[in-house]
């Protein structure tokens, strides 16, 4: 999850219940460690652990009245390019640790996270060069609380294609109402 390659321990006396999440973020040495465990194959894909909680659910003023986690679909792409343009990753990477990985990984794959004939043609299209703000009262989330609030990025996505069809396009969702598939993945057992 990006909270847990960007974010540090360090964080929380500016964050506050805002960064309250399980597992908590650690400190630089634990990203650190993430980073390297992704380059050397220990670690093979990245998620968003999303969790929308209202503000009110967020920020009680005792942290441990509040509730952990906080959302990330949407700011996970933006804050991962930024990392690409920064040079941490390959944009190719970058695609399969969030797509074709998590697709292995829960039986869906070809179908998802790959681009070949017969996939859904999931897609999203990106501006490796555009930046913007973070601002939380933008997310499309019930949640508009983010820990990267006002993180400036560079690279960011302006269309998604889902089967084929455009569902968002430069900040606005264009798809039809009632369009969605459920999309079944494969029981699987964890190896330890």
């Known amino acids: 999850c990006p909270h847990y390659l960007l974010l540090t321990a360090e964080d929380m006396s500016r964050l506050g219940p805002i960064l309250r999440v399980n597992p908590p973020v650690r400190f630089a040495g634990h990203a650190e460690s993430l980073w390297k465990g992704l380059h050397d194959g220990t670690l093979d894909m990245l998620a968003t652990d999303h969790a929308p909680h209202t503000p ?5 003023p005792n942290i441990w009245d509040g ?6 679909v949407e700011t996970a792409v933006p804050l991962m390019l930024n990392e690409v343009n920064g040079g ?3 944009i190719e990477r970058y695609v399969e640790w969030s797509g074709a990985a998590p697709a ?4 869906l794959y070809p ?4 681009l070949q004939i017969g996939s859904d043609a999931d ?4 501006d490796m060069t555009r930046e913007r703000e973070i601002r939380g009262a933008e997310l499309h989330s019930k949640s508009k609380i983010t820990p990267f609030e006002g993180m400036r990025v560079r690279g960011v996505p302006v269309c998604t294609i889902v089967r084929g069809r455009v569902v968002f396009r430069d900040g606005e969702l264009v798809g039809e109402p009632g369009w969605g ?4 993945p494969r ?4 190896r330890t």
């Open 88 to 90: 941490r990753m390959t």
């Open 67 to 72: 509730h952990s986690g906080f959302p990330g």
């Open 123 to 126: 897609m999203v299209i990106v």
């Open 104 to 107: 292995r990984a829960w039986g």
């Open 56 to 60: 009110e659910e967020k920020t009680q």
């Open 187 to 190: 029981r699987f057992t964890v």
């Open 111 to 114: 179908r998802k996270g790959s």
């Open 181 to 184: 598939q459920r999309v079944t």
